[in-house]
Each structure stands twice: as C-alpha cells, then as structure tokens.
C-alpha cells in the first residue's frame, strides 16, 4: 500500500491602503412630473379612453383620481381598469383646475348595453 501525502498552504499579503479621492456630487436640478400644488392646469378629457387610459392622463396632468362610480348603478368596482370606458367625468374636459384637484370618473364596462 502506498499513502501520498498533501498539503495546501495559503498566503495573505497585505496592500498598503490607497487614497481616492472622490468629487462632490453636484446638485442635481429638482425635477418635476406634476405641475406645482399652486399651479392651474387643463382637465384633460377622458370621455371616451378606457378607465386605464383616462387615469394616466389625468395623472400626468397633475390630478389625483378618485373610485369610479359604476354607470349601471350596480355599484361595481372596476378591477382590470382597461376593461371599462370612461362616460363621464366630474371635471369639465378643458377647464381650468388647481393642480391637485380630485377627479372622479364614471365608467361601465366595455360589454353593458
């Protein structure tokens, strides 16, 4: 019988620490998606788009959506949004409204009469 023996060795070594310099950031420009709280904006119209639709619009425009009311009277929720149209709307498409504002929609699915 013949027995091999092995043996592993590991070596550390150490760097001398570096110094890096790192430049202040600079300050970025504040961006804006939605218009200032102080500002007027266009209602845009939804009339029309579906629920999903009319909701990023009225978004980008700077407003905040409020539930739907259900056109049928059956009071549903809309759950897949682009499956309802939009049939109304409580702010007058093209007015002029404060930033902020709260809409809200009336809406029926695709398949109501």
Same mark, same amino acid.
């Given at each position: 019988m013949t027995v091999t023996a092995t043996s592993t060795v590991t070596e550390t070594v150490s @760097? =001398? %620490?570096t110094k890096t310099s790192v430049a202040p950031a =600079? =300050? =970025? @420009?504040p961006?804006?998606?939605a218009p200032a709280a102080d500002s007027n904006i266009t209602? %845009?119209?939804?009339i029309g788009l579906n629920y999903q639709e009319a909701q990023d619009s009225w978004r980008a425009a700077g407003l905040h959506v409020a539930p739907a009311n259900d056109a049928t009277g059956a009071n549903r929720l809309p759950v897949l949004d682009s499956n309802w149209v939009v049939v109304g709307q409580d702010l &007058? %498409?093209?007015s002029m409204?404060?930033?902020d504002s709260f809409i809200t929609a009336t809406v &029926? &699915?695709?398949t109501d009469d």
């Open positions: @760097a =001398a %620490p =600079a =300050a =970025a @420009a961006t804006s998606i209602v %845009p119209n939804g &007058k %498409p093209g409204v404060a930033a &029926k &699915k695709y």
